[in-house]
Every structure is written in C-alpha cells, then in structure tokens.
C-alpha cells in the first residue's frame, strides 16, 4: 500500500487547501476470507432483476454505518459482497458524532477556548487510532495509514489556531474544519477492504466534486464534476479497484474546500452517480428503508417497498431524516433507481426509489411532520391599505434567506400566513415589522405577528390530491382524537396535502392520521411483492 499526494496524481484539485490523501490499498492480500451471510440471498435475488453484467453502484455509508471497528468492518463486507455482481464505488461520511465535534471545536475557537479545542481533538485522534490499530493487522499499512490521520489533524490544528487569533469562524474556515471527519473514515474503510483482499483507493471528493463557492450548502457544477469524475474514477473501476470517496465535501474549480450541508453525504452519492451514469444509488444507513411514519412516535409502523421521487421528495422536505432534501436531484433527470437499505440488516429489501413509484390509485403512503418552525402572520385591519403587500412580504422574507415551508392567504389578501424555520424566524419578522414601518405607524395593535408553537403534518403519496375523500378522512380523524387543525394547504403538488397544528398534538395528529390511512396497508403491499 501507497500514501501519495493528491498532486502525485495531477489532479485537478491538487492547489486544494491544506494536504490531500489517495490512499491505494490495491497491492495488500487478504487477511481473512469473508463469511456466508443471508446478504448473500439478497444478491441472487437482484442477479434476477438486473441481467446486464457488472452494473455500476455507488454505495454511500452514514455515520452510524461507520461508528467504530465493528461497523467499518460490517460495511467492508457488505461492499465485497457487492464486488460479486457489481463495480463498487463507495461514498463515507465521517464516524457517528464526529462531525459535531468539529464543529463544536471550530466554535470554540472563534470564542477563543484552546482548552476546549485541545480536548476535542485529542478525543478525536484517540477514537480513530483505536479504530485503525484494531481494523488493520499489518504494522506497515497501520503505519501508513497513522500517516495519513495525522496530516489530516495537522490541518485540523492549524485551521482551529488560525480561527482563534483571528477571533472569526469564516464559512470557509468552518467548512474546512468541519469537513475532516470524512478525511478520516474514508482511509479507514479503504483499509478494511484491504484487508479483505479488495483493491482500494481512498480520494478526496475535492478532486471530484465541483462546486460553486456557497459555503455550507454548495451546489454541484455537474458538467465538470463529470469530466472530473470520469477522468479519476473510470480507470479505477477498470481496474478492479473500489473508489472510497469522503461525503459530504466537494471543492470549488479554484480548490477551496465546500460542504454540500449537514447530511450532505446522500447528496454527494447521488452527484457521483449522475456523473458517473451509476445503473443504481445505494444508501446504507440505520433503518430498514423509508417508513410509514416516525417509530419514535407512532406504533405499528412498515417499510414503504416502492416509492416515487415526488413522495420521497415531499417526505425530504417535510422533516423526514431519511433522506438529505437535495438527494433527488442530480438524478431525476436520468431515472436512476435510489435504494434506502440498512447496514445492520442487510438481507433486508430496503424501498427503492423510482421516476413512477408504485401506482396506486391515490392511496396515501406515508406521513411526516416537522416542528421546529414558526407561523408569521402580516394582516388585519391595518394592513389593508398597504400597497403591494404580498410582493413585500415575500420580497423581505427572500432577502433574509428564509425558507417558506407553507403559504396560507385568505382571498381578500387581509391576512397572510407562512410557515418558516425556527432558526430563521426572529429576523424574518424583524425584517417585515421594518418594510411595513411607515404602513403601520399609526396603527395600536401588532399586525405581524409570530406563533412558534405549531407543527407542520404532512399526507404523502401520488395523486392524494386529486383523491376524493383524503381531506375529508383527513378532518374525521383528526376531529376523533380532539386535534384542531389551524391551516391546511393543497398546492400544486399532487403527491402531498400539508396541516398546521398545534405543536402540542403532533403526535396525536400522526397517530390519527396513521391509524386512518395506513394501518396494515403496507404488509398487503409487501405480501403482494414478494417481500
């Protein structure tokens, strides 16, 4: 095995802040012969579904898929067992509760707390050392691979000294930091395949993923992502050597180091997929596919086999944490299937994602709720003679960067009612109260007002709205269990009807709305499908 600089390898990306790694783990020989698994069932069943030989699947990890020695391991096997059908490439995000220390140790230096910086990265090197020293039985390999880990935190300290002295945590120094967790697990998975006798190679996305300069929440530049990605992954693949690409960061065409968000690891796997002409995205996490509803509060919940990019979408948008909002993005375009599957049971089928989902009628298939957000109300008699006061509103509300989850207005445009993030409250409505200052200064009364104690439900499935009857169930159950409903929206989507109600009674408006639509409809469907 091999540490090279990225420079080593004239990529595009090699003027990237701060060090690089490309770690080739082609040349080690197995340490152990991998053992029969149920997974194994799994494989022989897709053989049937997909004849074309040796399709291409990228394969993205979560955290907890990552956590320690037991579960780097559990998803080597699972990416060897892969090898059997496929071309493999592998996307990683950073070991389970690492990127939040990161950022916590960046943060503690814009407040100046070295003692607080110190503990955490000594934390972290200790808890991916113990990894690297009980993953790898070779002395040179774990040597090489010690290597790579302490450049990676040689960066991490000089990123955090510089953030201290200067007292400021730039968006660019933020995600500089906060994008070293996957540096770090990504030559550790590479290294387990290794030892497995599988042919690796750990790369930086910032030679792969380009993107424009929005910190924190970077979108891709795909025409030359592609080229990128082509170049640097293709003569791999032929190979015979699996790609461990970091999630989560890519870099800008100059080389500087972005973040795609939090979570953004499913949407780095589902970019190299549209670049790369993946046949299928496989995303292993901790849960055995999508789900009806959220089992942390509602009983009686089931795995969705087959879903739509539509529902899957809604679901992203309205709280659901299966899936990064942004994930369905790069390949909606070209159809390629998204499967959600579970590390810690992988004989399970999973719910694919498709163009079409399952038809089926307008029956609803699964429901979600958000509640940190906020209802901000402009109306009432004093804004009546307000000129232009929806252009405004959404004008102002724009200007500070707020989302707009829901829109409610009454016809006589009165009243206007939207629902945003909590975090972005406070300024939105400080920024309203003061575009309609001169309108208002007469006036005795708050016209602009914020209630932060609501709750969004959402109704997910195709064509609920255009379904006679889904509204009308909706109000039935919702009345049974004593649940007022303050506002609800049937927009132009037809896959989703939203609710607002009290924070209070989200859960008891899941569990009516659940016990209403889905009780048992999705073991008929599995029984129907072979599941």
Not at 36 to 65: A, D, I, N, Q
Not at 269 to 275: K, M
Not at 387 to 409: G, I, N, Y
Not at 426 to 454: C, G, M, P, S, Y
Request: charged letters at 25%; a neutral charge.
């Amino acid at each position: 095995m091999r540490i090279a600089d990225s420079g080593e390898q004239g990529s595009p990306a090699s003027s990237a802040q701060g060090p690089q790694f490309n770690l080739d783990c082609s040349d080690l020989k197995p340490a152990r012969i991998l053992q029969k698994h149920k997974y194994h069932s799994v494989l022989e069943r897709r053989r049937g579904e997909h004849p074309r030989k040796k399709p291409l699947r990228v394969l993205k990890f979560g955290g907890t898929s990552v956590a320690d020695t037991a579960c780097i391991g559990r998803v080597a096997d699972i990416i060897r067992a892969e090898l059997r059908e496929s071309n493999v490439v592998a996307v990683i995000s950073a070991m389970s509760g690492v990127t939040n220390k990161l950022v916590a140790a960046a943060k503690a230096s814009e407040a100046g707390d070295r003692k607080s910086v110190g503990r955490i990265f000594e934390e972290l090197r200790a808890q991916h050392e113990a990894v690297a020293n009980s993953l790898i039985h070779s002395a040179t390999t774990r040597k090489r691979v010690a290597r790579t880990m302490k450049d990676v935190f040689r960066e991490g300290d000089s990123l955090c000294r510089g953030t201290i002295l200067l007292r400021e945590l730039t968006p660019r120094a933020l995600d500089s930091i906060s994008s070293l967790g996957e540096r770090l697990s990504a030559p550790l998975v590479a290294a387990a395949l290794a030892e497995r006798g599988v042919a690796s190679r750990a790369i930086d996305a910032t030679e792969l993923v380009v993107t424009d300069s929005s910190h924190g929440a970077a979108e891709p530049l795909m025409d030359l992502t592609r080229e990128r990605c082509k170049a640097r992954i293709r003569p791999l693949l032929l190979q015979e050597t699996v790609p461990v690409v970091t999630g989560f960061i890519g870099a800008t065409a100059e080389g500087v180091v972005t973040t795609l968000g939090r979570n953004g690891s499913d949407y780095s796997a589902t970019i190299l997929g549209a670049a790369l002409d993946a046949d299928e995205v496989v995303i292993w996490s901790d849960v055995d596919g999508v789900l009806t509803v959220d089992p942390r509060l509602v009983t009686g919940v089931s795995t969705i086999p087959e879903i739509s990019y539509r529902e899957a979408a809604e679901l992203a948008y309205f709280g659901a944490k299966v899936l990064h909002p942004k994930t369905l993005r790069p390949v909606m375009k070209s159809g390629t299937p998204i499967w959600i599957r579970n590390t810690f049971a992988p004989e399970g089928r999973g719910t694919k994602i498709t163009r079409s989902g399952c038809p089926d009628g307008g029956r609803v298939k699964a429901l979600t709720a958000i509640s940190d957000i906020a209802m901000i109300t402009v109306g009432g008699s004093g804004i009546v003679g307000a000129r232009d006061v929806l252009s405004r509103t959404f004008k102002t509300t724009a200007a500070v960067q707020a989302d707009v989850l829901l829109v409610l207005q009454s016809s006589s445009q009165n009243d206007i009612c939207f629902v945003v993030p909590s975090a972005t409250a406070k300024r939105t409505i400080e920024a309203l109260r003061h575009e309609f200052a001169k309108d208002l200064a007469h006036e005795e009364t708050e016209h602009i007002t914020l209630n932060q104690d609501v709750a969004i439900v959402a109704i997910v499935g195709e064509k609920v709205h255009d379904t006679p009857g889904i509204a009308a169930r909706t109000f039935c159950a919702l009345s049974r269990d004593n649940v007022n409903i303050i506002a609800i929206a049937q927009g132009s989507s037809e896959s989703n009807i939203s609710f607002l109600v009290p924070q209070k009674d989200m859960r008891a408006a899941l569990i009516a709305t659940h016990r209403e639509f889905l009780n048992g409809s999705h073991s008929e469907v599995s029984s129907a499908t072979g599941v």
